[in-house]
């Protein structure tokens, strides 16, 4: 395989950290879509240096940061390898964003999808408890921004997803708010598909502001059963395009 040298990505050689991204993303996104078999020995660091015009460290560190990800593996005597898809680490949003990247699946997306319906209601009950003042109103700024798409005033994605987001982190649990990133990553790809098979060209706005509301007024039972409705109905579609059974 043929990879990008650092003059055609836009990098000078001099810009690790740069350069190191680029590395990073082109080799990831190249083993995540199978241009190298999983088992196979990967490059040696002499040929992937003269690929990308880069030093020694610069490769070592974006080779480095692909085996923490889980996509490559050191071996004494083997060299580096090539991980199987079940040790990538599928909650790095890299790796995630490179997997939506290949050929279609909608069952990536219902991966993801159960995994929000078991994480997104908790975070809604736990914002109607512990949002701040800034936490709420940024909710329901991203609820205005909703009602804005609608006028063609705003980005109806960008305002759908700050909704998601604003609520992980009003969850104020760090572990809940580790996921914002995953989450946006997955939303850019899986809000289009639901609304079009919805035949509707945008999220509901208020079906969303009944999961603000619920929220901003601490009714807890109904936010965490509001949000887990929102995501269920996603969840059906997506099923139903699947051709998989409805789930409870």
Same mark, same amino acid.
């Given at each position: 395989?043929t990879?990008p040298?650092?003059?055609?990505?836009? $990098?000078a050689?001099?810009?690790? *950290?740069?350069?190191?991204?680029?590395?990073?993303?082109?080799?990831? $996104?190249?083993?995540?879509?199978?241009?190298? +078999?999983?088992?196979a020995?990967?490059?040696?660091?002499?040929?992937?240096?003269?690929r990308?015009?880069?030093?020694?460290?610069?490769?070592?560190?974006?080779?480095?940061m692909?085996?923490?990800?889980?996509?490559?593996v050191?071996?004494?005597?083997?060299?580096?390898?090539?991980?199987?898809?079940?040790?990538?680490?599928?909650l790095?949003?890299?790796?995630?964003?490179?997997?939506?990247?290949r050929?279609?699946?909608?069952?990536?997306l219902?991966?993801?999808?159960?995994?929000?319906?078991?994480?997104?209601? +908790?975070?809604?009950?736990?914002?109607?408890?512990?949002?701040t003042?800034?936490?709420?109103?940024?909710?329901?700024?991203?609820?205005?921004r909703?009602?804005?798409?609608?006028?063609g005033?705003e980005?109806?994605?960008?305002?759908?997803?700050?909704?998601?987001?604003?609520?992980?982190?009003?969850?104020?649990n *760090?572990?809940?708010?580790?996921?914002?990133d995953?989450?946006?990553?997955t939303?850019?790809?899986?809000?289009?598909?639901?609304?079009?098979?919805?035949?509707?060209?945008?999220?509901?706005?208020?079906d $969303?502001?009944?999961?603000?509301?619920a929220?901003?007024?601490?009714?807890?039972?109904?936010?965490?059963?509001?949000?887990?409705?929102?995501?269920?109905?996603?969840?059906?579609?997506l099923?139903?395009?699947?051709? $998989?059974?409805?789930?409870?």
């Amino acid at each position: 395989m043929t990879l990008p040298t650092a003059a055609a990505t836009g $990098h000078a050689p001099s810009d690790g *950290r740069n350069l190191t991204a680029t590395i990073v993303n082109d080799l990831g $996104h190249a083993i995540v879509t199978q241009s190298y +078999r999983a088992g196979a020995p990967f490059p040696t660091e002499a040929e992937l240096c003269e690929r990308f015009n880069a030093s020694r460290p610069v490769l070592r560190e974006a080779v480095k940061m692909l085996t923490a990800k889980g996509l490559l593996v050191g071996r004494k005597r083997a060299g580096t390898i090539v991980q199987p898809e079940e040790r990538w680490n599928l909650l790095d949003p890299d790796v995630l964003r490179w997997m939506l990247q290949r050929d279609f699946s909608i069952d990536l997306l219902i991966d993801f999808t159960d995994i929000r319906l078991a994480i997104e209601p +908790r975070a809604a009950t736990l914002a109607s408890h512990s949002a701040t003042g800034p936490q709420r109103a940024r909710i329901l700024a991203a609820i205005d921004r909703m009602f804005a798409a609608d006028r063609g005033e705003e980005d109806a994605l960008e305002a759908d997803i700050a909704f998601h987001i604003a609520v992980l982190e009003a969850s104020n649990n *760090r572990f809940l708010r580790q996921f914002t990133d995953l989450t946006e990553t997955t939303l850019r790809f899986s809000i289009r598909r639901t609304n079009q098979y919805k035949g509707v060209p945008r999220a509901s706005s208020r079906d $969303h502001k009944r999961v603000a509301d619920a929220i901003v007024e601490g009714k807890a039972t109904l936010a965490g059963e509001r949000m887990y409705e929102l995501i269920h109905d996603a969840l059906a579609l997506l099923l139903v395009a699947g051709n $998989h059974p409805l789930r409870p």
